[in-house]
């Protein structure tokens, strides 16, 4: 398959995605925007504040989910996922929303960040993703949330659930061992930052109990960008 129709087939599983979980009138708008997108780039997004628990128990995680063979592994390079693909424990290659070239979470962990996968048996159920200094967060490339890596902070993303595991308590399970890993670090707090029409990830971010604390407009006009966050007050 040319690299053209891979592009045509994700372009098009999208598409399916924001029609299923927005609706079509989402869709229509973001049809508009890909468009527009070459010169002029418009979003808003909710910014969120969890406060990291180290008191979480993961078992009571695993009764919730009445599956008895669930694990959580953390990745924390190329190398680990490597030692995990040759038990057979295989996410660097599933075509999630945010690794649909199926390259992306490789780059992530050359590039620092640390990955929470959760998988039920061998089967790929869930993940997170953290970034603990400024220079992977730059060199991710990622939206340029502030964050307070100095002051015991770091930056949450990349979370995804498995469809077919969704309201069983996965991402429940992933962040307590994510946040057993965290406590162990000096990490207490984690920014996150989530697209105003990601209905999803509005979902994970209550159901864990993290506080939107405001919101942050970017733009783009051709080569210049430009972020701003707004605050609902100053006790962030």
């Given at each position: 398959m040319t690299g053209k129709m891979?592009?045509?087939?994700?372009l098009?599983?999208?598409?399916k995605e924001i029609l299923r979980e927005n609706g079509l009138l989402v869709l229509l708008k973001s049809s508009i925007m890909f468009l527009i997108i070459p010169f002029y780039e418009r979003n808003v997004y909710y910014l969120f504040k969890y406060?990291?628990?180290?008191?979480?128990n993961p078992n009571e995680a695993i009764l919730k989910l009445k599956m008895m063979d669930i694990k959580c592994k953390v990745v924390t390079s190329n190398m680990d996922a490597d030692r995990l693909e040759s038990e057979n424990f295989y996410f660097r290659s599933y075509p999630t929303d945010h690794n649909e070239d199926r390259k992306?979470?490789?780059?992530w962990l050359d590039q620092g960040a640390i990955a929470f996968c959760t998988f039920v048996g061998k089967d790929f159920a869930g993940i997170t993703w953290v970034v603990t200094s400024q220079q992977t967060q730059d060199s991710l490339k990622t939206l340029p949330i502030k964050v307070g890596y100095s002051n015991k902070e770091a930056f949450g993303r990349g979370a995804w659930?498995?469809?077919k595991y969704r309201k069983l308590g996965v991402y429940g399970f992933t962040i307590t061992n994510r946040d057993r890993f965290l406590t162990d670090m000096g990490i207490s707090v984690l920014r996150n930052v989530v697209h105003s029409t990601d209905k999803n990830g509005r979902a994970l971010q209550k159901t864990v109990g993290s506080k939107r604390y405001g919101e942050a407009r970017a733009k783009r006009i051709l080569f210049w960008s430009f972020w701003e966050e707004i605050l609902e007050n100053k006790f962030v």
């Open positions: 891979v592009r045509l087939k994700a098009w599983g999208r598409a406060s990291v628990k180290n008191d979480a992306t979470y490789s780059r659930v498995n469809p």
